[in-house]
């Protein structure tokens, strides 16, 4: 690469860096239904033209600020993980939960845009799905473990006749080598997590919950021994 070939890649990154931040700053302000291209280009002193070279449209910023807020968050859960690897899978189970509350404490906006409310006319393409996939398989990968560790998985309940096909499509799609029974219950798991911080970070358990960390702390005890965690 030329001296200017470098020269213009390290002016792109940096346009779309800033263009990134002050979308994030408009989400914290405004809320992601009111995202748009020209006020972030106005705010930066850009023409409107110039900006569509970055993001042609609302869409491809919005998809981006998805992508880099679900990598944010995996990341994170990735670092807690690693510092317990040699744990046992309680301890990793909780270590990756709690990382998922801390990060969502601390970006609240952006963990808004990917576990709130929906936005408007907007569809998440399919490049979302791998960032959005690292909490999950990191829980997946914990149970995977305890499974094939010694002493298993505690027995779950048998998954009721009249969803029986569906755990197995489940199973076979997420964890084709885990029963049935822990990968639904897992699923069960990875909505309660992500409801439990949503309830923290939107306000309904003002007033019901004071003691919020030993209150998660529990709750995420409580789950993985629903997954079947010894």
Request: proline share 7%; aromatic share 6%.
């Amino acid at each position: 690469m030329s001296t200017a070939q470098g020269a213009r890649a390290r002016a792109r990154i940096e346009v779309t860096a800033a263009i990134k931040d002050e979308a994030r700053r408009q989400l914290a302000a405004e809320g992601a239904a009111k995202l748009s291209l020209r006020a972030v280009a106005r705010e930066l002193g850009m023409v409107s033209s110039a900006l569509y070279r970055y993001f042609p449209s609302r869409d491809d910023l919005l998809t981006a600020l998805i992508i880099d807020a679900y990598d944010s968050l995996g990341e994170s859960a990735e670092r807690a993980h690693e510092v317990v690897a040699g744990a046992d899978p309680p301890t990793r189970w909780a270590a990756v939960c709690e990382a998922v509350r801390h990060w969502a404490l601390e970006h609240p906006h952006e963990y808004a845009l990917i576990y709130g409310s929906p936005v408007p006319g907007y569809t998440a393409p399919r490049t979302t799905v791998p960032p959005a996939a690292r909490v999950g398989l990191l829980l997946i990968g914990i149970l995977r473990d305890a499974h094939h560790g010694p002493g298993g998985l505690e027995e779950l309940p048998p998954v009721p006749e009249d969803l029986r096909a569906e755990a197995d499509r489940i199973a076979a799609d997420l964890a084709s080598d885990l029963p049935p029974e822990a990968v639904t219950a897992l699923v069960v798991a990875w909505a309660q997590l992500f409801g439990l911080v949503g309830f923290e970070l939107f306000g309904q358990f003002n007033r019901v919950v004071e003691a919020r960390e030993p209150f998660f702390r529990h709750a995420v005890r409580q789950l993985g021994r629903g997954v079947g965690l010894r």
